[in-house]
Nanobody
Framework: QVQLVESGGGLVQAGGSLRLSCAAS????????MGWYRQAPGKQRELVAT???????NYADSVKGRFTISRDNAKNTVYLQMNSLKPEDTAVYYC???????????????WGQGTQVTVSS
């Protein structure tokens, strides 16, 4: 089992910044990608950014140039630095990791409970 705990969400004015953190723990053998997804009310969950164990990153077009994803492999932690925030960034942000656990038979996706980000106009 893998547990992901997010932190750093909150209320911020448009143009402001927030930094999200997510720490993975549990019976982890290996983690491949880690990333952030978000879901606004009435909308489907969408990819925000992902990063591989080697440090390669991928971003949604809507956040490219404003958000930066990073990770600390030794701590099994992924971060999302969000700058120049816009009201349309308002959503619940979920941490995700693709991991293989001890005793497992396949790679699986694991999800955190989410952290609320609200950007006021």
């Amino acid at each position: 089992q893998v547990q992901l705990v997010e932190s750093g969400g909150g209320l911020v004015q448009a143009g402001g910044s927030l930094r999200l953190s997510c720490a993975a723990s549990g019976n982890i053998l290996s983690i491949n990608t880690m990333g952030w997804y978000r879901q606004a009310p009435g909308k489907q969950r969408e990819l925000v950014a992902t990063t591989t164990s080697g440090g390669s990153s991928n971003y949604a077009d809507s956040v490219k140039g404003r958000f930066t994803i990073s990770r600390d492999n030794a701590k099994n932690t992924v971060y999302l630095q969000m700058n120049s925030l816009k009201p349309e960034d308002t959503a619940v942000y979920y941490c995700n990791c693709n991991a293989f656990v001890w005793g497992g038979v396949r790679w699986n996706d694991y999800w955190g409970q989410g952290t609320q980000v609200t950007v006021s106009s």
